[in-house]
């Protein structure tokens, strides 16, 4: 068992490497849509195939969440990460639509199996009273490739006729956590071995808390945005004529970075409910005011800003705040229950998102992820708030 007193032990630095390693594979996505377009898939189908894995994971992952823990996670680790890098070669091969949709529903399906046990492994390393401040450090490493891969997409000028290539190194990069399960550091993470699961009965004591609903739901219509924004942004911006409109992801991430580099600290010592409720509103202003972008270039780029401000604060203290809520026996399972809500707003979000701009264009979109961000952060204003680290994170 790690050493409770401190934050940043060797375990929880491996786990984080291993986050970082799933989120670059995931940022590479930012530019899927670009390829099935190439592909001559319509958008109403891209939107479909986009969204298929978070719907592979939300099948799977409330199956797994009571079930996994931390005498079997390396195990879901292992074979996750096989499937996951399976999958992504699969997706680099082939270009008819069942094939797309089966390739990425298996990478849904792999990338649960590792996400869910990282998060299993990683909720021993966490003290109850820095809750705020690890999952902020857990953000911002997951955050740093959604920074860098755009840019490295735009600074390369690779073409989405290459995206195919780029799957084939995402799939042996996908293998890496493999090799980290051998490391010392790895192997003496999380909870003792003859640790038990919650089980179905756990699951349904959790979800029987309104604190726990109403967070998990907050949850999910806040992916629902996020993931309709990742996925559709930059073509938005193509269709004003903004060549880097990649940047705009660059700039929400180098600002959510600043957030959780310069007032992770915050988190811990006020009410993380209605800091968190506060992130999703300022998201939801400027999804409502990205169809004035059409006069105004400028004012795309300081929205970039302003959304990455909300998402900065918003990410990290849901996540903070299941931790607090949650009992010990079943913190693991609570956060992979978030990750549940997480995937599906990762389907939800594109598949909708796609109907909308075929039926009604990018305005529609904008205004309906406006109105649900701003119901979201309603919903976690409802949650009883959890107690304060006392004194601050220290």
Known sequence: MADRSALFSAGFLAINLQFALVAAIAAL?????????????SPATAGFIISADGLAALI??????????????????????????????MLGQ?????????????????????????????????????SGRAFGWVSLIRLIPYAVIPFLFDLLALAPSSFGKVLNVAALV????????????AQRAGTPDDSRPPGLSGMAASLRSPSVLLLLLSALLFFCGYAAIFFFLRQFGLTLGIANSSLFFTIATVVMIVVRLGGGWLFDRYNKTLLGAAGLFTAALCYGLLPLC???RVLFFILAGVSGLGWGIAMPLQAAAMFDISAPAVRAMNQNLLIVMMQGGFFLGPFVGGQLIARWGYTALFAS?????????????GIKAPKAAEGGAG
């Open 29 to 41: 996505f930012f530019a899927f849509s670009g390829y099935l377009q190439l592909l001559g898939v």
């Open 294 to 296: 059409d006069s105004s």
């Open 94 to 130: 082939v270009t008819a639509v069942p094939l797309l949709v089966t390739a990425r529903l298996l990478q849904g399906v792999g990338f649960v199996c590792v996400l869910a046990s990282l998060v299993t492994l990683l909720v021993g390393f966490i003290p109850r009273e820095m």
């Open 369 to 381: 992820l406006a109105v649900t961000t701003l119901v979201a952060g309603g919903m976690m204003m």
């Open 174 to 185: 996908a293998l890496i956590p493999v090799l980290v399960l051998l490391l010392p550091a």
């Open 60 to 89: 799977v992952q409330p199956l797994l969440s009571p079930v996994v823990h931390a005498g079997s996670a390396r195990r879901w680790l292992f074979g996750g990460s096989l499937l996951l890098s399976a999958a992504l070669f």
